[in-house]
């Protein structure tokens, strides 16, 4: 019983998740982001890792 109370909280809260998503996706205030600006952030945000693995530093 325990793991049908689970499955069924976490129905609600995926459909609950996928209804925020299409509601901002559908927001005409949303600012979307273009893959090439995404891939650049996500290049110099693992630049700046690996920088700071190489450097010992936290």
């Known amino acids: 019983m325990k793991r049908a109370h689970e499955a069924a ?14 509601s901002e996706a559908d927001d005409p205030a949303t600012v979307w982001v273009g893959d090439d600006n995404a891939s650049a952030s996500w290049v110099a945000r693992r630049a700046e890792l690996l920088k700071r693995i190489a450097g010992g530093a936290d």
Request: aromatic share 22%.
């Open 9 to 22: 909280a976490y129905d609600a809260w995926f459909h609950e998740q996928v209804d925020t998503a299409i």
